[in-house]
């Protein structure tokens, strides 16, 4: 079993070497720090509602860069499937403009479990209606939001996570595709961006753990310039029950 464990994630690791050489020379790299928090609140055996707080830092800690706070009510339709409608506020530093640019986002998600074993595993469909703010500069130096541009994505996440010797610790490995859909005013561009992250973790007990890991994003902007993210992130999980 552990062989064969082994060889799956060396399997995965030379696919994305293979994918991280063939773009080294044609995308610009940057390095980030995210802090990650998964909530959620446990309302009963079919309700909950899941929340999520992040600070993405870029560069370095003290540099500025995004913070996401979201949330949404969850309806579980049986112990493998549930769905989902919720909202987003995202606010993202522009070096350009010296400013922080505002985003409204109303997204619906469906989730499917399908445990192989001892392994957990989970897929998530998300589809994002996106309102991001568009800001001028008006007299006197003020950056003010004018007009908000409209955006519609898909995405598609998949996480895996295998305990390692039966004990409190294990191994996470994920993947996410984000893909612009149509009447997009956000960005024209289909490919938007992929996270890719390979994580160790540690389960205090089964409601509440963490997790620290390396995530390769790949980012298409909608002027198709292409950039490469190294990022070191710290995650904590925790179902609150009510």
């Known amino acids: 079993m552990i062989l064969r464990k082994v060889k799956y994630v060396g399997i995965l690791a030379a696919v994305f070497l293979c994918l991280h ?9 940057g390095y980030q ?23 993405r830092l870029r560069d370095a800690i003290s540099d500025k ?16 499937a549930s769905v989902l409608l919720g909202y987003a506020y995202i606010t993202t530093y522009s070096d350009a403009l010296d400013a922080y640019f505002p985003e409204h986002r109303i997204f619906q998600q ?41 955006g519609n ?11 390692l010797k039966g004990g409190p610790f294990y ?17 024209k561009k289909f490919f938007d961006q992929n996270r890719f992250l390979t994580a160790i973790g540690y389960a205090f007990k089964p409601n509440l753990k963490v997790d620290i890991g390396y995530m390769n994003q790949f980012v298409q902007s909608p002027a198709g310039n292409k950039s490469m993210n190294h990022i070191l992130q710290f995650s904590v999980y925790q179902t609150i029950a009510l």
Not at 21 to 29: G, P
Not at 65 to 76: C, E, I
Not at 153 to 163: C, I
């Open 33 to 55: 720090h995210w802090y990650t928090y998964f909530g959620g609140l446990q309302l009963n055996e079919k309700w909950s509602i899941p929340f999520d707080v992040q600070v």
């Open 110 to 150: 469906f989730i499917y479990k399908t445990p192989i074993k001892k392994w957990d595993m989970f897929h998530r469909i998300r589809l994002e209606q996106r309102f991001a703010g568009v800001k001028v500069m008006h007299t006197g130096g003020d950056l003010k939001v004018d007009d908000w541009n409209y």
């Open 21 to 29: 050489t063939s773009v080294k020379a044609q995308v610009k790299h």
């Open 171 to 187: 191994f996470a490995l994920q993947d996410e595709l984000f893909m612009n859909l149509w009447g997009n005013d956000i960005s």
């Open 153 to 163: 994505r898909f995405r598609y996440f998949n996480r895996t996570t295998v305990p």
């Open 65 to 80: 860069g995004q913070v996401l706070t979201r949330a949404g009510l969850q309806y579980s339709i049986n112990k493998k």
